[in-house]
C-alpha cells in the first residue's frame, strides 16, 4: 500500500478555502483517490476550547497562549487523524494547518520562528495552497459590514502579508482566490498530477 498525501489549504477568512478543500475531496474521489477532509481547530477538546472559548465567544487571550494551543490541537489531529490515515493509503485534505498559525498569530505579534520550533513535531505537508483574496472581499463574502471592523481589515491585512511572504518564500503555493471555486480546484488538480 503506498503512503497517503498531505494537502494544505490557506487563506484569510472569506476566501473559499473550505468550500474548495471539500471539492478537492470529491474532485480526489472521482479520480479513484482514498481522500478525507479535516480542519483545524479540531473536533478534540483543545479544539473545543479554541471554538468554543476563543472564536465563539470572541474572547481572544495573548498570540502566545493562542499559537500554544493551536499548536497542542495540530500534534492531537497529526498523532489522531493525519498520521494514521496517511500510513493507510489515504489523501488528507486539511482546512487550515501550520501556515495558519504562523499568519494569524504571527500578525498579531508572536515570533513567527517561535510558532515554527513549537510546530516541529507534525508532518510537513506535501503540498501547501494558499487561497488568495484581499481582507474587504474576504469580510464581504462572510458577509460582514467592512465599517463596523477596520481594525479587522488591518488585522487581515497584516495576515495576507505574512502569507504572500510564505508564497514568495516557496513555502505556499499561491492560488488566484478570485477565480470560481470550481477552477480553482481544477488548478490544483493540475498541479497534484505534475508533480504524482
Request: net charge negative; charged share 25%.
Amino acid at each position: 500500500m503506498s503512503r497517503g498525501k498531505l494537502i494544505a489549504i490557506e487563506g484569510i477568512d472569506g476566501s473559499g478555502k473550505t468550500t474548495i478543500a471539500k471539492k478537492l475531496v470529491h474532485r480526489l474521489i472521482e479520480m479513484n483517490i482514498d481522500a478525507h477532509y479535516t480542519t483545524e481547530p479540531t473536533s478534540s477538546s483543545i479544539g473545543r476550547i479554541i471554538r468554543e472559548d476563543i472564536i465563539l465567544a470572541d474572547r481572544r487571550p495573548s498570540p502566545i497562549l493562542e499559537a500554544l494551543l493551536f499548536a497542542a490541537d495540530r500534534i492531537w489531529h497529526v498523532e489522531n487523524v493525519i498520521a494514521p490515515a496517511i500510513l493507510s493509503g489515504v489523501w488528507i485534505v486539511c482546512d487550515r494547518y501550520v501556515h495558519s498559525s504562523i499568519a494569524y498569530q504571527g500578525a498579531r505579534g508572536a515570533s513567527t520562528d517561535w510558532i515554527r520550533e513549537i510546530n516541529r513535531f507534525i508532518l510537513k505537508p506535501d503540498w501547501a495552497f494558499y487561497i488568495d483574496v484581499d481582507p474587504e472581499t474576504g469580510l464581504r463574502r462572510k458577509g460582514v459590514i467592512e465599517s463596523v471592523t477596520f481594525e479587522n481589515i488591518a488585522y487581515l491585512r497584516k495576515v495576507r502579508e505574512i502569507y504572500l511572504y510564505l508564497v514568495n518564500a516557496g513555502e505556499l503555493i499561491y492560488v488566484d482566490g478570485m477565480k470560481a471555486p470550481d477552477v480553482i480546484v481544477e488548478d490544483i488538480i493540475s498541479i497534484l498530477k505534475s508533480s504524482i
